[in-house]
């Protein structure tokens, strides 16, 4: 333990910054199970529902994911008073950064497929659009598995054990130097980057479904979700902003509880801002459309299986929803 003044300064501007990360990260927690019970019947009515399973498979691994991750997190990072091995440490931390970048990954792919079904967009757009979602998530997800699997985890030291805190804090130096390069800087401005496409995107859904409603563009972007994809590309610029070297400096971010706000915002908000817009484009009327997003996500209408189901006319009636978007009136 320390004995100097100048050891306990140290130890007590450490504990104070470990205290603060701890305060903003579990009340985000906190919420994300509230909403989560809060919204299971939601939940219940989009899975035992006709749709289609790719968007089922989307929200449940979000969801519970998101939990998982929690729960491993608070195993190695927070004060548990037990102890871990170190070997069960690293395969742990390994577990949390992996379920970290998958969950990022699926909320990505879940956003640019939700947006894609809003605007209605063709094959070749919706491919560039997913692709421009899924590839940086992926690159991370490989890089940071791959850092983290060759870290050596230390035995617990006496200030941990004393603390509670069940695992050693993996060395920033060790991760950094299994790095390419490194540094994260070169994928930090391509982060940067992808976060500028995401928000002209958010400006293109806003001037898109103006044109549509043709002046109620409040209303609009509330029910049919556009609010959802704001907030995320939001939340991505503000993340990628505090993650580039050059627009803001890495100890600026330390020495302020903005790097842990940003993170938290990012691997907890933005999961629930894509379970709200898969579930707020399941239940307007561009679920029936012909886009090949909608496709992906939901299944077409059931069909007949006996000639006397079938309607007596062979037209397919069509009508115009809420949402500015041609649907065939099938129902849920």
Not at 318 to 325: D, F
């Amino acid at each position: 333990m320390a004995n100097s003044p100048q050891q306990r300064k140290v130890l007590e501007i450490a504990v104070a910054e470990w205290r603060v990360q701890e305060y903003i990260t579990i009340p985000f927690y906190t919420l994300y199970v509230y909403l989560c019970l809060t919204t299971m019947g939601d939940e219940v009515a989009y899975l035992t529902s006709k749709r289609g399973k790719t968007g089922k498979g989307l929200f449940l691994f979000m969801k519970y994911g998101t939990i998982l991750h929690f729960l491993l997190r608070i195993c190695t990072s927070y004060r548990m008073y037990f102890d871990i091995s170190p070997q069960i440490c690293k395969g742990l931390s390994v577990l949390t950064i992996a379920t970290l970048w998958l969950i990022a990954l699926t909320a990505d792919v879940t956003l640019g497929l939700c947006v894609s079904a809003l605007l209605q967009l063709g094959r070749k757009q919706l491919l560039a659009v997913v692709t421009l979602f899924w590839s940086l998530p992926v690159v991370y997800l490989v890089i940071q598995l791959i850092c983290y699997s060759q870290v050596t985890v230390a035995p617990l030291s006496r200030l941990d054990q004393e603390l509670g805190y069940p695992c050693s804090t993996i060395s920033g130096d060790e991760v950094l130097a299994n790095l390419p390069g490194g540094s994260l800087a070169i994928l930090s401005y391509l982060n940067f980057a992808r976060a500028m496409v995401f928000v002209v995107l958010a400006i293109v859904t806003l001037v898109v479904r103006r044109r549509r409603y043709r002046g109620a563009l409040t209303g609009a972007v509330i029910r049919d979700g556009t609010l959802y994809y704001i907030a995320s590309a939001a939340i991505r610029l503000l993340y990628a902003v505090v993650n580039t070297p050059a627009l803001f400096s890495a100890d600026a971010a330390l020495a302020s509880p903005i790097q842990s706000l940003v993170t938290v915002l990012s691997a907890v908000v933005i999961p629930i801002l894509a379970q709200g817009f898969l579930l707020r484009i399941r239940t307007i009327d561009t679920l029936g459309s012909t886009s090949l997003a909608s496709k992906i996500l939901f299944a077409s209408c059931p069909t007949r299986s006996s000639d006397e189901d079938l309607p007596r006319h062979t037209g397919t009636s069509v009508r115009e929803g809420p949402s500015g978007i041609d649907s065939p009136t099938c129902q849920t």
